[in-house]
């Protein structure tokens, strides 16, 4: 079971900024996270990925890179990752511990097994999807990848501000994943725009409240223990 923090109205503003027809341009986007009276707002706007998938034709290859996934002091860092299809993702542990690293989801199904402090496993993320990934020790770890099948995405910063360089033009497919929204909500507020811009502002709500986190099962479909220790099998 994945974690399901709560969202109460997730509003996204869409701004693309007109460019010759012929030319590459950045595309713009301002997220706003909006929850329910009192919630932790911490977090700010960020963690909201925004792509784009060319419609009626090929994405262009995305440029290749390598990113690391390094689990210190407990937890994943970054806590979001997104990437093209067929990236490779190192998992490095510089704890001064153990770790298992392992994800049971649709995105891509893996186990790293258990390896020691300042050894380091990859995992190839092949297909497209989200995979929700945890440690069988600690539970308190967990780390989202997102792997897109388009070079076209960006991801929120804390004043939800996004920016995807160098798209080309032609007509898009834009979508939203949001760690706290539900797949439902997000699919409403997917929509088609064109590239150069044509003065594009539009504003999706999503009224739609998901359950507070609840606790994930470890990799064998058990509870962990109250301690957090690895239980071997």
Not at 93 to 101: A, Q, R, T
Not at 206 to 226: F, I, M, W
Request: with cysteine.
């Amino acid at each position: 079971m994945r974690p399901a923090p709560s969202l109460a109205v997730l509003a996204l503003t869409l701004v693309s900024l007109p460019a010759a027809p012929s030319h590459a341009e950045d595309f713009h986007a301002k997220v706003a996270v909006r929850r329910n009276p009192g919630a932790d707002k911490a977090a700010g706007d960020s963690n909201v990925v925004v792509w784009l998938t060319p419609v009626g034709s090929q994405p262009p290859p995305a440029p290749a890179i390598h990113p690391r996934l390094v689990q210190k002091n407990k937890r994943f860092e970054p806590h979001l990752l997104v990437v093209p299809v067929g990236t490779m993702v190192d998992f490095p542990n510089e704890d001064p511990f153990f770790h298992n690293v392992f994800s049971l989801y649709k995105g891509k199904r893996f186990d790293l097994g258990l390896y020691e402090a300042g050894s380091s496993r990859s995992v190839r993320f092949d297909r497209p999807g989200v995979s929700f990934i945890f440690c069988n020790i600690h539970p308190e770890m967990s780390a989202t990848v997102v792997v897109l099948e388009t070079p076209y995405y960006g991801i929120s910063d804390h004043e939800g501000r996004v920016s995807i360089p160098k798209v080309a033009p032609g007509r898009y497919l834009l979508q939203v994943w949001y760690e706290r929204s539900s797949p439902e909500a997000l699919g409403r507020l997917a929509r088609q725009i064109s590239i150069p811009g044509e003065g594009l502002v539009t504003t999706l709500e999503v009224p739609d409240v998901l359950a507070a986190s609840v606790p994930h099962k470890n990799k064998y479909g058990e509870d962990y223990e109250r301690s957090g220790g690895y239980k071997p099998h």
